[in-house]
């Protein structure tokens, strides 16, 4: 007893009683103990948990990796429940605080059991934190299965980002080994058997010599020879400008002009009465106050109501009820006004402001339900009011729907084809497409190019992170539909652009570096 009061009077270590504190609730000196030259660095059952540790470790980062990545899609995240559940609300937002958190306490465990074992003290995790760290991991591992199932592409978003991310991956997986390298470095050396020692150094040095070679099976647009970048893409409003105004409104529209946009993407939807309008849900609760005026018909399609009955509807309010994207700057309060005040937009007012502004449009046209007046006359009627009531220049008109081609391609000559899927270069020839309408996940500069060759460019969609956006430049994307043309319209230069001769610079200054600092600490 007397030893232990001195202990706790006398030998003060401030750094290791809070890592012990916050590690294994053992504050005190005399609970701890330091690890025997020749022994194992804990207990056996701590020597089973530590592993799960570190796999809460690596699952919680590959979650968060994964969310993050997931940016550009958040608004089709929140668009899915939307319609499963049926409010809106920002789940991608809360998807990735709690990646954010979970993660950042595994991290600070790992962090802080490395400091412990540097410190040659021996480990043992609380139970509260054994049980956290055992929730950690099953739900990341839960999380990652039912987005591999419920949201599947978004694994071809994470290998599009390691194009551009890769090699900042690698110094930083370096790092990380330089870091591991001095408790590694300790025990080697306080193991009394060469066999410890083979196990403790051998797992070790295999992953390092892996991290320093990978390089070599890395690829990315990005890195190329100075010169051979092609021009910028094309910007696209997708349904205008939804970060400013409310989507598919003359205020969204108004704003990508502004901004620069060089086209406007819309969808449109043809009324009971026979006007084509601006609209992308089935029905109209979502961007409507339908709920307000017309509460009995809110569920109903959006097609089967008059143009009359339409113009009512304000297409503004609910811009600010629920906003739409988890990351949107403030408006002024002129626009907050203009945006409270849209109304839902005819198709020939929509084409008469981009022919004004000598934009290009493209738009998906939705058939009207069973029933509809129009059910099967939809394409004839939309030409109608393309060629007779509109006024706008043909070759502005990128058009996408593919029923009924020929018969369009003979009504609307100056029309410019486009494909929403990828075919032979024959094929396409032969239907006179003159461009492809892809989702980004398809991107592939190969393809790009070869598309390219025959006079067939590419549009991608929908893109609106700058990462994402230099992926594109650097695959040779002609063009790109985005939510945020106001972005990436200041985007001089790809990001992470670099020539062959300064990434292995930068790849082998690394690796180097790296082997010094390990090899001087392992020589300590």
Known sequence: VVRRRLLQRYEHQ??????AGFYSCRWKRYQRRRTEPGKCCCKMWECVFFPLLVGAFCFSLIFLYVVGEAKNDYNNFDWYNYG????????????????????????????????????????????????????????????LSVLSVLWADQWKTVRLSFQITAPYLHIGAITIMVLLSWPMALHAIRADKKVVRVIIVGPYLAILLFLFLIPLGMYSPCIREMGTLGPKPALIGHRGAPMLAPENTEMSFQKTIEHGGDGLETDVTISYDGVPFLMHDSTLTRTTNIKEVYPNDSAQNAALFSWDTLQKLNAGT????????????????????????????????????????????????YRPPEKHPYRNSWIKRTLEV??????????LVLWLENSMRSFVQ??????????????????????????????????????????AEANITTNLYVVNEPWLFSLAWCSGAHSVTTNAVHILK???????????QQYNIMWILTDVVAVLLISLIFAL
Not at 416 to 439: F, W
Request: net charge neutral; hydrophobic share 50%; proline share 4%.
């Open 14 to 19: 401030p750094f290791i009683s809070c890592l």
């Open 386 to 395: 393309i060629l007779n009531e509109s006024g706008i220049r043909p070759h």
């Open 84 to 143: 499963n559940l049926g409010f809106w609300f920002l789940w991608s937002l809360v998807l990735l605080i709690v990646a954010a958190i979970l993660f950042t306490y595994i991290a600070l465990l790992l962090v802080v059991a490395m400091c412990l074992l540097a410190e040659g003290q021996q480990l043992y995790l609380h139970w509260s934190h054994k049980i956290g760290t055992f929730l950690v991991l099953v739900f990341s591992v839960t999380a």
């Open 410 to 451: 003979s009504a609307a000559p100056g029309f410019q084809q486009t494909m929403g899927r990828k075919a032979p270069v024959e094929d396409l020839l032969m239907d006179n497409i003159v461009k492809l309408n892809l989702v980004y996940t398809e991107m592939s500069s190969e393809d790009i190019r070869k598309y």
């Open 318 to 365: 609910w811009f600010f009820k629920d906003k739409p994207f988890s990351f949107m700057g403030s408006l002024s309060r002129a626009d907050q006004i203009q945006a409270m005040n849209q109304s839902i937009y005819k198709l020939s007012n929509f084409l008469r402001l981009a022919d004004s502004q000598n934009k290009f449009v493209i738009f998906d046209l």
């Open 490 to 500: 200041n985007l001089n230069q790809p990001l992470f652009l670099m020539t062959p």
